[in-house]
T-cell receptor, first 112, second 113 residues
Framework: AQTVTQSQPEMSVQEAETVTLSCTYDTSESDYYLFWYKQPPSRQMILVIRQEAYKQQNATENRFSVNFQKAAKSFSLKISDSQLGDAAMYFC?????????FGTGTRLQVFP | NAGVTQTPKFRILKIGQSMTLQCTQD?????MYWYRQDPGMGLKLIYY???????DKGEVPNGYNVSRSTTEDFPLRLELAAPSQTSVYFCASSDQGLSQPQHFGDGTRLSIL
C-alpha cells in the first residue's frame, strides 16, 4: 500500500527565516510524482511544487524548493525567506497511476 | 476566470436525506475529481472522471455516486446521508490528468446530524 507520512503536525518559523517540512512515503514503484499543496484558511488547495521521480534534480519554485531523496523515499519542502502569507496547512501528496494519496498535513505558523 | 465552482458552500443534512453537491469548471478540462477532507486529515479521492461519460472509483467511493454528462459538470450524489459523511468536500479539475496541476474549488462543508 502506498502511504504518505508527515511527522510534524505543526511547525513555526520567524518571518524571513527558513523552514523545512518533512514528508516520507512508501512505494514499490519507480515512476511516480510527488507534490506539495498549500491550504490557507480560505480552504482552497494551491499547488506549491511538483517533483517527477525520474528526475534527479530537485524542483524549485521561487522561495520553495524540495529535497528529494528517492532511495530514502523522502520529499521535504524548504521555504526560504518565510513570509506571513506562507502560514497555512501544507500537504505532501504522492501520485501513481490514478491515485493521489495525501499526508495528514503540517500546520505552519509564521511569526513576525 | 471562475475556474472550479462548487455549490453550496455549506449544508446541514439529516440522517437518511439525500443531496447533490454541484461542481462545474469553465477551463474545458477533461479530468475532474471529488475529494473529502476529514478534520486533521489530508484529502481522500472519492471518484474521478477522465472525460464526459466516464467515471471511476477512488479511494473512498462507498455511499456516493457521480455522473459526468458534460465536460463542465461533475455532480456528487449522496443518497442516504450518514454521520460518517460529515466532511469538507472538494472538487478539482486538471487538463491532462493527475500529473498536471489540479485546480480546486473552494469546498463544501457538509454536516450530517
Amino acid at each position: 500500500a502506498q502511504t504518505v507520512t508527515q511527522s510534524q503536525p505543526e511547525m513555526s518559523v520567524q518571518e524571513a527565516e527558513t523552514v523545512t517540512l518533512s514528508c516520507t512515503y512508501d512505494t514499490s514503484e519507480s515512476d511516480y510524482y510527488l507534490f506539495w499543496y498549500k491550504q490557507p484558511p480560505s480552504r482552497q488547495m494551491i499547488l506549491v511544487i511538483r517533483q517527477e521521480a525520474y528526475k534527479q534534480q530537485n524542483a524549485t519554485e521561487n522561495r520553495f524548493s524540495v529535497n528529494f531523496q528517492k532511495a530514502a523515499k523522502s520529499f521535504s519542502l524548504k521555504i526560504s525567506d518565510s513570509q506571513l502569507g506562507d502560514a497555512a496547512m501544507y500537504f505532501c501528496a504522492y501520485l501513481r497511476a490514478d491515485k493521489l494519496i495525501f499526508g495528514t498535513g503540517t500546520r505552519l505558523q509564521v511569526f513576525p | 476566470n471562475a475556474g472550479v465552482t462548487q455549490t453550496p458552500k455549506f449544508r446541514i443534512l439529516k440522517i437518511g436525506q439525500s443531496m447533490t453537491l454541484q461542481c462545474t469548471q469553465d477551463m474545458n478540462h477533461n479530468y475532474m475529481y471529488w475529494y473529502r477532507q476529514d478534520p486533521g486529515m489530508g484529502l481522500k479521492l472519492i471518484y474521478y472522471s477522465v472525460g464526459a461519460g466516464i467515471t471511476d472509483k477512488g479511494e473512498v467511493p462507498n455511499g456516493y455516486n457521480v455522473s459526468r454528462s458534460t465536460t463542465e459538470d461533475f455532480p456528487l450524489r449522496l443518497e442516504l446521508a450518514a454521520p460518517s459523511q460529515t466532511s469538507v468536500y472538494f472538487c478539482a479539475s486538471s487538463d491532462q490528468g493527475l500529473s498536471q496541476p489540479q485546480h480546486f474549488g473552494d469546498g463544501t462543508r457538509l454536516s450530517i446530524l
